[in-house]
């Protein structure tokens, strides 16, 4: 990567408001989700949705880890994302069980939960980091995860799905687990950010990865909500 034109700024500040930016279509697409009277039927599926994302976490830092070990010699921020992504693996690892876990709880089969394909924006929003990842540069999913672990829903919104669907508490078990977690995570992340000798190009790769993972997520929420039929 350039070593010209170092970032000398708050980075988790700059990242931050270019992800405010597109912001609004993410929590658009959730509170049309929330506000949906169908909601009881429809939490199943976001959890399937949920599910097909976070299984990739662990895979995708790994995947960066491995890809900053290979350059760390000659660039410092590989040298500091590899510790990081060491440090954050085992905090992510066994979500997507978790998110299982829930599934049974409603009544959903495990084994035909993971049959099921993801949808092509699912994969797509996954497939992206990978690209960057492996031919540009690993900083770049630090944009993706950004997104993922800095926006939290809050224990008041579990409280309220319980209420409206009717389903047990045990079926939200990894979202509160996610509202008490993700916040400190962030800070992590934040921290990690301001301490990086981030390029112009590097601090830019992050930015497009948070907002089109931004956008395709709330693609993903609207395209569930929308070709619903209540076969699944």
Partial sequence: MSSRSVVTTA??????RKIELVLP????AS????LDPRIAELYPEYLFTVHCVIRASVPLMETARKRADELAAEDAVSAALAPYFEEHIPEERDHDEWLLDDLEVLGK???SILARPPSPTVAGAVGAQY????HYHPVALLGYIAVLEGYPPTIELMNDLVDRTG???????????HAELDPGHRQELDTLLDGLPLTHEQSTVMGLSAIASVQILALAIDEL???????Q
């Fill in 25 to 28: 279509d993410l929590i658009g």
């Fill in 167 to 177: 389903y047990s508490r045990a079926a939200f078990r990894t979202l509160i687990a």
């Fill in 11 to 16: 980075e988790s500040r700059r990242l931050r």
């Fill in 131 to 134: 690209y960057w990842i492996l």
């Fill in 225 to 231: 909500r929308d070709g619903f039929d209540g076969a």
């Fill in 109 to 111: 089969d495990r084994s």
């Fill in 31 to 34: 509170r049309r989700l929330i």
